[in-house]
């Protein structure tokens, strides 16, 4: 199955799609940790990603859209994938629609004033990029994964993000409307304990067959 996750920046988007790739073995296709990732290692991609990251602004579409098309050729994808953080405007969304055909869309909802604090209070794995609160984390420092330092991240900042949950409103929330148009949307509450958003999430696909 081909599955996209939309939703604000902090939804949970990351976290249910990881959860969701484990459960189907299908790969989690991630733009922002490919950007990160990138990012880290200095490639030609990265150089030009960064600056747009830590503006919290969009990368260009063709960077973004030839990276997504690339990545979902490979052989790990032929049994589905799913897509996190792609497409995040209509341009992409329609690109896509050209070079892959989506069995479902689940945007996961959430009111937009939860989202700062969720932001801003993020602290994610170096090693492994698992995501933690500094509300639940109690004092300590490292993944209780992989052991990785906790970091923030460099677009996790108070303006960052302001700028981030802009770009969502005006660039990524018209995408919802163009997946309602094809009947493939799906709405599930992100507003909920993480295992909660799961149940929903499973429920949702069930119900597709
Ligand atoms: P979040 O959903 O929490 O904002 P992501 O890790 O998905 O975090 O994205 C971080 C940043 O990476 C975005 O703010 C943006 O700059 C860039 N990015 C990720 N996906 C895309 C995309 N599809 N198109 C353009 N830029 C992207
Ligand atoms: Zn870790």
Redesign the pocket.
């Known amino acids: 199955m081909n599955i996209v996750f939309l939703?604000?920046?902090?939804?949970g988007?990351?976290t249910q799609a990881s959860m969701l790739a484990k459960k189907y073995q299908i790969p989690h296709i991630?733009?922002?940790?490919i950007?990160?990732q990138n990012i880290k290692d200095q490639t030609p991609i990265g150089l030009v990603?960064k600056g747009?990251?830590d503006r919290?602004?969009?990368?260009?579409?063709e960077v973004?859209v030839e990276l997504?098309k690339g990545r979902i050729c490979q052989d790990d994808c032929v049994n589905g994938f799913i897509l996190?953080?792609?497409?995040?405007?209509v341009a992409?969304a329609e690109a896509l629609a050209n070079f892959a055909k989506i069995d479902a869309v689940i945007d996961i909802v959430i009111p937009l004033d939860r989202l700062t604090k969720r932001?801003t209070g993020r602290r994610i794995c170096a090693k492994c990029g698992e995501s933690y609160h500094v509300d639940f984390l109690g004092g300590v420092s490292n993944c209780s994964k992989c052991d990785g330092e906790l970091i923030q991240r460099a677009?996790d900042t108070v303006e960052t993000v302001q700028n981030?949950l802009n770009?969502?409103t005006v660039k990524t929330a018209p995408v919802i409307e163009f997946y309602e148009n094809t009947g493939l949307l799906k709405d599930v509450n992100g507003d909920q304990p993480v295992q909660d958003v799961f149940q929903e999430i499973i429920e949702v696909l069930n119900d597709l067959h």
């Open positions: 939703g604000a920046p902090g939804a988007k990351g991630s733009t922002g940790d950007f990160r990603a747009y990251i919290g602004q969009l990368v260009p579409d973004t997504v996190d953080g792609f497409p995040r405007d992409q932001l677009d981030r770009v969502y």
